[in-house]
């Protein structure tokens, strides 16, 4: 029977990113994976095949919009969906045979099939026997459904179904306006898809800050695609290759029903712990399925560890990186860390939506007094370049100290542009800090700083 320092079970951004990090501080390492490929839900059907969809899409909107505005004259434009859907599952097995290379680089076994623990110190995997001094849980998550919907993945899919679809279809509903739904539904009503979303709460992006959750409806409706907010879906089915929703205005408590070739279902994730056996060594988990840990990450069990979408905490490859680190960290006897205030959420479609820390709806609920600074994009010479001048900047600071508490950003790069931010709240930065820090002009960055000037004396090409 082979044995471990540690086997990390599951090799999604958690896991593998954990099992890299344990090798490099010289402990043995096994790595358990089911799926015939590496990388989890991230690298397969979620982040990856995503965006290389959300950038085909996008360019093929800009060869129809924008090109000729700049003196790019070309033929007639159209899409070849199976070279779009090919494009998309080589920047699949890219990404997934650099993880292969990376384990063996760095000494990680890999040990293929589904983990079984057997006792506290032990797993099974396809009948053969495993051991070691810790375990660490990194089986992520998976799509969930509403009222027991079930989904065919032909006509009623979630977002994996959603990525691997025949054709482009000429109607879709998606019922969930955050972030999986509306990147889906930006990829397909850019290839000429007509979208309907429907969305439980009075808004999209739930939890947002407000003002960019406004500013990002009035964007995706001039862009094509119609909102019913405040409805609850009643019932999904599928009939004569149609999916037929039926959903209640809980304003007017009218019924109403939609029809389209697509029904993707949107409506969040879940943790994904089926044939872990969880239950044979009285591992804790809440109602919502999720692992109990404590503030290392430990279990109930102590040499049993748990990170990523299987515990609390937002559903984001980032995070599940960070934890992986830190917990190798206090499992090589280190002293590993998270910020949870400092971890960045963003919205891929076009434009970008990235947001970090603080709203303000959570700071007046806490009761902390704050005051915050806006910048447009319109003022941004470089946004103006690219056609991309709609949204802002906005900085939430103390109202005493001038510390930044949280940036919301809609626009150009918005993903990118976060994080200088993110590394100002690591060190407790002011927005005067931005504000006297020189930015190159013209960058998109710069609306940055603005919006740090605006919590001062006011930012300058406003």
């Keep these: 029977m082979e044995k471990f320092d540690v086997i990390v079970i599951g090799s999604g951004p958690g896991g593998y990113v954990c099992a890299i990090k344990l090798a490099q501080l010289g402990l043995k390492v096994g790595c358990v994976e089911g799926r015939k490929k590496l990388g989890g839900t991230c690298l397969n059907v979620g982040c990856i095949p995503s965006k290389a969809l959300l950038n085909a899409s996008h360019n093929f909107h800009e060869s129809i919009h924008n090109f000729s505005k700049m003196g790019i004259n070309t033929e007639k434009i159209d899409v070849d969906w199976k070279q779009m859907i090919a494009y998309k599952n080589s920047l699949i097995d890219e990404n997934t045979k650099g993880i292969e290379f990376l384990f063996k680089k760095n ?20 009948g053969n026997k495993y051991k070691a001094k810790n375990f660490v849980i990194a089986t992520g998550s998976e799509s969930s459904t509403i009222n027991k919907i079930e989904l065919d993945e032909k006509v009623i899919v979630s977002s994996t179904g959603a ?19 509306l990147e889906m539904g930006s990829i397909y009503s850019r290839l000429g898809t007509k979208v309907e979303v429907i969305e439980y709460f009075d808004s999209v992006l739930n939890g947002m800050d407000k003002d960019i959750s406004k500013n990002f409806k009035s964007i995706l409706q001039k862009q094509g695609l119609k909102f019913y907010l405040k409805s609850s879906v009643e019932t999904i089915v ?13 304003t007017s408590n009218e019924k109403m029903e939609l029809s389209a070739d697509i029904v993707l279902v949107a409506t ?14 009285n591992i804790e988990t809440n109602p ?63 434009p970008e939506v990235a947001s970090v820390g603080k709203t303000e709806l959570e700071l007046t609920e806490e009761g902390i007094e704050f005051k915050s600074g806006k910048f447009s994009f319109m003022g941004n010479g470089r946004a103006k370049t690219v056609f991309s001048s709609s949204g802002f900047v906005k900085i939430i600071v103390d109202a005493k100290s001038d510390r930044i508490l949280g940036v919301h950003i809609i626009g150009p790069s918005a993903g990118d542009l976060i994080h200088e931010v ?32 605006a919590c001062g004396d006011g930012a300058i090409h406003a």
């Design 107 to 126: 000494k990680v076994i890999l040990i293929e099939g589904w983990a079984k623990f057997e006792d506290q110190e032990t797993i099974s995997v396809k």
């Design 163 to 181: 990525l691997e679809l025949k054709k482009i279809p000429k109607s879709m509903i998606i019922v969930g306006a955050g972030v999986i739904g």
């Design 238 to 250: 599928s009939r004569d290759n149609k999916g037929i929703v039926t959903f209640i205005d809980q």
């Design 268 to 281: 969040g994730r879940k943790p994904f712990t089926d044939g872990l056996n969880l239950q044979k060594l």
């Design 288 to 350: 919502k399925g999720q692992i109990q840990t404590n503030s290392k990450w430990q279990t109930n069990v102590s040499n049993v560890f748990a990170i990523g979408d299987v515990i609390s905490g937002p559903m984001l490859a980032h995070k599940a990186e960070d934890e992986g680190i830190a917990v190798a960290e206090i499992i090589a006897g280190q002293a590993g860390h998270v910020n949870f205030n400092v971890i960045p959420s963003v919205v891929y479609t076009n």
């Design 422 to 453: 993110c590394v100002a709240m690591e060190f407790g930065a002011s927005s005067e800090d931005l504000a006297r820090t020189c930015h190159a002009h013209p960058t998109f960055s710069e609306a940055i700083r603005e919006a740090a000037l």
